[in-house]
């Protein structure tokens, strides 16, 4: 699929880093660092503008690693981008530890899915067909 880009960043674009990756890392574009203290989130820019196809979105989902190492994740995960936004990507980081986390320019914040959606149409009815699950939710599956 082929997606216009706009980068005013000197990093290189959101690339498949293996065949059969899903994901592809983003970089932040920032002047200088910036510091996210324990529980505190910053909107971190990436100097990317995308045209993403009709019937498509971005996802701006967490990078595994720096959750794992560093308590850093997407607040709104998965973010979306949608077809028709054609402003920066930006990406909301919460720091879930207890040290002060550092961002430096060029530095993978995030990775980006591109994913197919469908249009819902909304049919009011009065009932709903039976499933085995039902009401229950919350925690309700699995339980005896």
């Known amino acids: 699929m082929d997606i216009k880009v706009i980068n005013t ?23 200088e660092a910036v ?11 990436t100097g990317l503008y995308l045209e993403i196809p009709p019937g498509y979105e971005a996802q701006i989902r967490p990078r595994s690693g720096l959750a794992a190492k560093y308590g850093i994740t997407v607040l709104n995960t ?21 040290e002060d986390f550092c961002v430096n320019n060029g530095d ?5 899915v591109i994913a197919k959606h469908e249009k819902a149409v909304w049919i009011n009815t009065d009932n709903l067909s039976q499933s ?13």
């Open 78 to 98: 998965p973010g979306t981008i949608d077809a028709d936004y054609r402003g920066e990507v930006k990406v909301i980081l919460i720091n879930l530890s207890q």
């Open 108 to 112: 993978r914040i995030a990775q980006m």
């Open 35 to 45: 510091t996210i203290k324990p529980l505190a989130r910053a909107i971190i820019p």
């Open 9 to 31: 960043s000197p990093h290189s674009l959101p690339a498949y880093e293996t065949p059969s990756s899903a994901g592809m890392d983003i970089k932040a574009f920032v002047e």
């Open 132 to 144: 085995q699950r039902g009401e229950g939710g919350f925690g309700h599956t699995g339980k005896q």
